[in-house]
DNA sequence: TTAGGTTTCG
């Protein structure tokens, strides 16, 4: 809506400004002050004919003087209009006219010392969301009785529109917007390596485009305050910049945001530090609507738990009360928190000095079997050290690491609050108001904490899914008790073959040669690595060799080495791909150019598409294959375009890279990929891109070592497999965190942490020894074979 | 300025 004098008003009757609006004083008006919700008064004394700039904007200069110090010398400051409100104001504006100027951005005055006005001017457009509210003057008389009374409440009248909102899919580079959003990744504010926080917030809305935004400031309080994926935030001034084919948002002058639970059904309160905000009938449909479309449409699963749920080897959300903390080296720092629950698993206690620990010295003891000890790290310091004792938290990304202990059968389980931000790790500080807050205050008020040693009794709040209150019984202990029964029946691995062989003795087995194939009922005393991360290996089927998974450090060196090769123009657009490059912006001047290799002589779709590229960095060769269906890394040379070294990917797809043997493999030119360019419907299948390039292709294959026993004797068995066991493709474990954590829970029921053998599980296996001839001697070795995890083990 | 989402391996 345009700028639109709807009457001329007169009397105090009628409407006034909103209320949520405050009145800023003219000595107020800085530069990076918030000043949202407030507003500047002033008289019209002088204005300028409109204008256009350069770019075919309008342009209105005014001059306001300040009411409230008439009196004062220095009490005048320009205001520059832009867009439809210029044009608008223009038409309307005369001298002695009042303005209530809100919604403005404050920026240095390039004429101060000319004019002699204020230090600043205040810029309006209706993009930035401004609002100008005016009076009109009514004659002389009115005029001088202005003067004579400057506190007087004059009516305003509204002249310019309310907020405007921009759907995410029609942000445009350059522009200062306001926006809704529903939080579909947030990192709780945290301190930059500049001098403000920063907190980094993915947005999503109805028009299902994702927004990720960077908010900076110096003030904790000034960020959005976020506790769960899921809330509803609005954004207002917020800069829209292109950053690597992406719209991003960004801070500006003026930024100020308000954020909602995002349960349907819950109260509509926003929480923001300023006092005053405007939020109108219309914003809170606007809250409800996308509220109820989130609902539908998107999926919010937190990785949220209670202490009584953990397992080893998850990252999880903790909402937790601080009872203790204390400083542990430069690096760390110790956090002791409760939930009321209780962890099923021994949990390790961090040894600090008495005199270090902060926190009430009887409840420490009180609660020393409910709490928990939490390291945290690097950057997670500065922070820790400055919570309070007795506030609420909720600590993102939590990493539970079972401790390795040689000397009993009973292990414990670490907490970790690892450095860096990855994944929204972080610290946020929960208000009192906050209702998991509250639901917590509740049950840990009723946890009795002379019953806390008898576990069975624990008991926990729990919101069901209507978000009413219920009161749920908790038999953590009891249900794991019956679930560990049922696999002491049944078997918690299956055949998958040979079903009819039956049943022999370890002792026999061991006392057999080599080889033979057996079935044996077993239990599983201990297995290596138990790190599994480092159960991961390659394999050539061709010489048999198992290699190591290169890191992404060794991956960025080989990229940073070949980046120094200058990319050879001979080798650019050839009938069988079509070649961009250009060079960084910054210093470094780097040169990228990508291959796209085209199909009938046509770019394909990026989903159909492969490309190769000289000069990426780790990262913008990760972003590409979200994008593209191949990514093959290349450097130059003389005559030919061809693979960087064989520790480094020859494919990525997905997120999987694809490796070769550095024996068995012998690359040949790129030129040699243009067949399969060349064919009907190229497949771009990771096995035929490695035939034609010469390359012997690497798999990726599951290695451990299980200690069986079943009370005649031990056998260390090793599992080889692709597949097959975990039903876990092995090629997908390093990157996807959610089949990490689900091959650990299938090692935790195979071989749960702290049980005693009696109660350990069994397993039904298929073995077969083989023989191994070094130059010394002969051994038998052991490997599992034809068996699977039964499928209601996880 | 900072960070620019994509877990550590202590």
Redesign the pocket.
Known sequence: MPVRLLKTVSGKSETPLPSHLQKEDLKHLQEGFDHTNKYFKGVVVLSYPLMKLGDGTDFFKVVLQDLDNWISRNNSINILLYGKMAEDCAKVTRHGDTFAVAGFKVAKSPTAREDGRHGCHLEVSEEAGSTIYVHKILGECLDNFFLLFPNFVMPFQSVAPKYVYTPLNRLKDGTVVNLYGVV??F?PP?V???????S?V?LVDPSNV?L?C?L???NLDFLPKIYKVGDIVRFHRIKI?E??G?M?G??SAGFASLTFDGTVGAPVVPRTSSKVYTFMDEEQKIIEELRVWADSNLCIFG?AAKLAGVQP????DLTCQLVGKAKVDG??FLLKVWDGTKCPYPTWKVPVEARDLEGEKTLLHQLRNLTVDI?V???HVQLAKSLKIGSFLRIY?I?T?QASSDKDDVSCIEF??????????GIGVLPETNPDVKELKVFLGSVDLADSQNMESMSSLELDSTGMKIIRKFFLISDLESHLQRCQELSVTVLTDHQDLKDTELKTILNSRAPQQYRIRAKLRTYEPQ????CIKLHCSKCNSLWEVP??DDFDLILQGSAVTAPNLELHNTSWYDSVMWTTEDQKQRKITIHFVKHDEMVQQPEDTLIMIEGGTL?EI??LT?RFKCVIPVRSTEDDLELLDLSAPFLLQGNIKYYGCMRCSTPKPIECLSSIAAEQQPSWEPTEIARVLGIEPLQYVFVMKFTLVDGTGTLNAYLFDYEKFFQIPASEI??N??L??KMQMTMNTLCPPGRKLDDLPWLECFIKSYNVRDVMKQQVYYQIFDTTVAEDVV
């Open positions: 579909k990744f990192k945290y930059s390596k500049g001098t403000d926080y920063c980094v993915t994702k990720t960077t900076f400031n110096g910049r950053y690597n992406q991003q960004i801070t990785p080897m998850i990252f999880f690096s760390s390291l790290y690097d950057n990304s990493h690491k970790h609050l690892h450095g860096g931000t990855c994944y929204g790790r790190k599994l991360y480092q890191g992404g990262k990760w972003k979200k390093l990157t965190n959610f990490q954590q």
